[in-house]
């Protein structure tokens, strides 16, 4: 099975700033036959379901604010929130959908 | 608009069976898979497989085999997931999603979710 490890658990960010949250696959996500990576994103707010943000790794879902940025190829991937909004506190969480199914542990925003 | 209606809470004792629902509408049922994933409380998401609404063939993730099945309706639209022999770490939130495609898609509609009380 692949193991999708995030980091950090948590942080504690002020409206305005630039956030990065790190996920990493214990095999590569990237297809040869497309030069895809299997990767996604999801924002879960309190109360809420999960919602897709980013898939291929860097693709947004349609209607999600272009703040919300998808980086990296093979095992190592990125998404960066820029200038961090109130409305975006939840907790994220990366999935591979490279062999089957598995999310990260996710990883909690606060406000400072 | 598409969504995924969930059916509401359920308490229940341990060894009892649940079922729960998952209606879709603002779509054709039948061309995207429905996945279940399980929220423990306070916990992450685990994925616990899927259901092919097409050919009806479910398959289960590893820790979801044995006591859990999902099946169909199609007719109304409505996947279902049944846990049989409730233990009590099955006390979570269950949550249906919709694929985005057939084939290896991540899952871009989800239901509100079924919170699942075990006591006795």
């Known amino acids: 099975d692949i193991v999708m490890t995030q980091s950090p658990s948590s942080l504690a960010v002020s409206t305005g700033e630039t956030v990065t949250i790190n996920c990493k696959s214990s095999?590569?996500?990237?297809?040869?036959?497309?030069?895809?990576?299997?990767l996604a994103w999801y924002q879960q707010k309190p109360g809420q379901s999960p919602e897709l943000l980013i898939y291929w790794a860097s693709t947004r879902q349609s209607g999600v604010p272009d703040r919300f940025i998808g980086s990296g190829s093979g095992t190592d991937f990125t998404l960066t929130i820029s200038s961090v909004q109130a409305e975006d506190l939840a907790i994220y969480y990366c999935q591979q959908y490279y062999d089957s199914y598995t999310f990260g542990a996710g990883t909690k925003l606060d406000l400072k | 608009q598409i969504q995924l209606v969930q059916s509401g809470p359920e308490l229940k004792k341990p060894g009892e069976s649940v079922k729960i629902s998952c209606k879709a509408s603002?779509?054709?049922?039948?061309?995207?898979?429905i996945f279940w994933v399980k929220q423990a409380p306070g916990q992450g998401l685990q994925y616990m497989g899927w259901?092919?609404?097409?050919?009806?063939?479910?398959t289960y993730a590893d820790d979801f085999k044995g006591r859990f099945v999902f099946f169909l309706e199609t007719s109304a639209s409505t996947a279902y997931l049944q846990i049989n022999n409730l233990k009590n770490e099955d006390m979570a939130t269950y949550l249906c999603a919709k694929g985005k495609r057939y084939g290896d898609y991540p899952f871009d509609y989800w239901g509100q979710g079924v919170m699942v009380t075990v006591s006795s």
């Open positions: 095999q590569s996500l990237l297809y040869s036959g497309n030069q895809k990576n299997y």
């Open positions: 603002g779509y054709t049922f039948t061309n995207y898979g």
């Open positions: 259901i092919n609404t097409e050919t009806v063939k479910p």
